[in-house]
């Protein structure tokens, strides 16, 4: 196995005229959780944005098991199994649960092998069986959140990419959702993780990166960055004065 | 005979129908019937590309008037006797009207909904003004086509089967889309095209592809239309309140649903000819519109069908959750395995 699989060499993204990336350089492992953090504005979500094709880099390259993913679009990125869970709830509200998850599955055109993916995910998130009917307007967030998961999951992806995904969760579903990314990484699957909740998500990262301006800051284990006292000082709920405060 | 007693609702209606004119022999109410399910099927061709991609199309009368006007341009350039042969054209008028919708479609669909509607009435206004100007279609004179001399009594039975079958033709398609894969690509799209496009579905190639398909039908009708006029005007086959019609009928019955606008144009296609023939009033039809859609809007804005279903879902749930209630021995529920613990 490779010993990267995803690898951003110098990207540089944004919207309009600002470029919120400013030159992205470290690498993806494959399998387990890598999981980035930042202060608000830091380019955390753009990134992600990047790899799943929705934001074009400007300059740079982003290569997946090799191949640069630099102006392939959304389709082209799916196809390589790069799926991404948005920030915002995704689902199509009017449409059922069951048929929000065939979508998953969009891409594979043989129905034996959606069918059989869909009985895989019905074992593995029982709420996409026992509200199969239902809209999905219907489910509360962290409802939503699950089948979202399942959806993604119907295309049988390499890589994994989630934006906030306990954004609006309590804590008792948040604990559901954590549940859930670990079983899709203990599955095999590579999770880019983009966490508000860092703490909780650097602990079962196995890999953290620190973005700051549109730069990565810090890499390490996910522990070394959460250990890190001016990152957890400053992204982690620490202060200022903590920070510039002299090591002992 | 699963499959039969889970679609015994649709059997009986469809054999409700086709005994309609054998039970009814008046021509006044087959000919009723004719025009009603000209719009049945026009309706539920809509309403396979509006009502599940979102897209309001207003711009239908273009595939309804090339539909005439292919029957009546073939029938006198092509010498078709004037008899059941006739009916042999009516496929051709829904052909070349699929073959117009492609240019109309990739032109009109590269912009989004509300854009889309505006295109639509203006491709609409450019195809009235041709069908007026050019002199193959006849001018504002229109075209006659060759003279059918069926007896009286029965003349309107051909035209009502023609019009049967297309109605059962494109209900079932209309139902095949709805389950398929390609349908469910088109539902995405009215919910959210971003998203669908997010999750690889080709909007552009899908769009067009409802977009075209619904023309098929719209077609057929208008060359069913031309052949039981016997004489097409450019303003009334490129008639602009055909869309509203339409499109009211499917709001009416309910968007979206695959029974929904086959009621809608049944209930207010019959109405207004009705209305129109006893009354000798071209308009008073329009104080029924106008009152129904102001019910339908106030008491269920979803249409008609989706809110007797609600009603009836509500009521099953009900009824499940007292007998539930009653039964004292039923063991409680399993506590949910760890992804479903998420409460509502």
């Known amino acids: 196995m490779s010993e990267t699989l995803v690898t951003f060499a110098g990207v540089v993204a944004g919207y309009g005229g600002g470029d919120v990336l400013k030159g992205v350089d470290f690498e993806v492992r494959p399998g387990g959780v890598t999981c980035i953090v930042g202060p608000n504005g830091s380019g955390k979500s753009t990134l992600l944005k990047t790899v799943s094709g929705l934001v074009r880099p400007r300059l ?31 689902l199509f509200r009017e449409m059922t649960v069951e048929q929000n998850v065939e979508l998953g599955a ?17 074992e593995m998130f029982p709420i996409v069986a026992e509200r199969a009917h239902d809209k999905a307007g219907s489910l509360s967030g ?37 549940g859930t990314i670990r079983m899709m990484r203990d599955a095999g699957r590579t999770i880019l993780l983009v966490e508000q909740n860092a703490r909780q998500a650097l602990k079962m990262a196995e890999r953290g990166v620190v973005l700051e301006n549109g730069k990565v800051r810090l890499t390490g284990s996910g522990m070394e960055v959460l250990h890190n006292p001016e990152i957890g000082a400053l992204y982690l709920g620490g202060s200022l004065e903590e920070a510039r405060r002299p090591r002992p | 005979m699963k499959l039969l007693s889970k679609n015994l609702g649709w059997v009986v209606f469809f054999a409700a129908l086709a005994l309609f004119p054998l039970v009814v022999t008046n021509p006044f109410y ?67 009207a699929t073959a117009f919708a492609v240019p109309i479609g990739w032109i009109s669909l590269r912009v989004r909904r509300h854009t889309f509607v ?3 009435i203006a491709v609409f206004f450019i195809f009235q003004l041709s069908a007026i100007n050019f002199s193959f279609t006849g001018g504002s004179s229109g075209l006659a ?62 769009k067009i592809t409802g977009f075209t398909m619904s023309a098929f039908a719209i077609g057929c009708a208008g060359a ?45 296609e019959s109405a207004q000819q009705y209305l129109t023939a006893t009354y000798s009033n071209n308009s008073l039809y329009l104080l029924l519109f106008g009152g129904l859609f102001l019910i339908v809007i106030m008491f269920m804005p979803q249409g008609v069908v989706p809110f007797v279903r609600d009603k009836l879902t509500k009521r099953t749930d009900l009824e499940r959750a007292a007998v539930a209630a009653n039964d004292v021995s039923s063991p409680s529920p399993v506590a949910p395995s760890t992804p479903t613990e998420v409460t509502a």
């Open chain 2, 224 to 268: 069913i239309y031309a052949l039981f006029q016997g004489q097409i005007y450019p303003q009334f086959v490129f008639d602009p309140t055909f869309d509203v019609s339409v499109a009211l009928m499917v709001f009416l019955g309910g968007i979206g649903t695959l029974a929904g606008p086959l009621l809608g144009a049944l209930v207010l």
């Open chain 1, 60 to 90: 740079g390259e982003i290569h997946f098991k090799g191949e640069n993913l630099v102006g392939l679009s959304p389709r082209d990125i799916l196809k390589k199994g790069i799926v991404q869970v948005p920030q915002n709830h995704s």
């Open chain 2, 118 to 120: 505006v295109i639509t």
């Open chain 2, 30 to 96: 087959t000919s009723i019937g004719v025009y009603a399910l000209l719009f049945m099927a026009s309706a539920t061709s809509w309403n396979m590309f509006s009502g599940y991609s979102g897209y309001i199309a207003l711009g239908s009368a273009v595939f309804f008037g090339v539909g005439a006007y292919t029957e009546a341009l073939l029938a006198l350039h092509w010498h078709v006797p004037a008899n059941g042969n006739l009916f042999w054209l009516v496929p051709l008028g829904g052909i070349i």
């Open chain 1, 142 to 178: 962290g409802q939503q959140r699950l089948v979202e998961f399942a959806r993604c999951l119907m295309l049988e992806p390499e890589l994994v990419i989630l934006d906030e995904p306990s954004m609006g969760l309590d804590p008792k579903t948040l604990k559901v959702m954590f």
């Open chain 2, 145 to 206: 086509l060759p003279y059918i001399t069926w007896s009286a009594a029965d003349f309107n039975n051909p035209f009502y089967y023609a019009g049967l079958i297309l109605v059962v033709f494109i209900t079932l398609v209309s139902a095949f889309v709805r389950r398929s894969r390609f349908g469910l690509q088109l539902l995405a799209i009215r919910d959210d095209e971003d998203r669908a496009m997010g999750l690889g579905v080709q909007v552009t190639a899908i």
């Open chain 1, 106 to 122: 969009f891409l594979e055109r043989d129905r034996r092998v959606v069918a059989q993916r869909l009985a895989t995910i019905r």
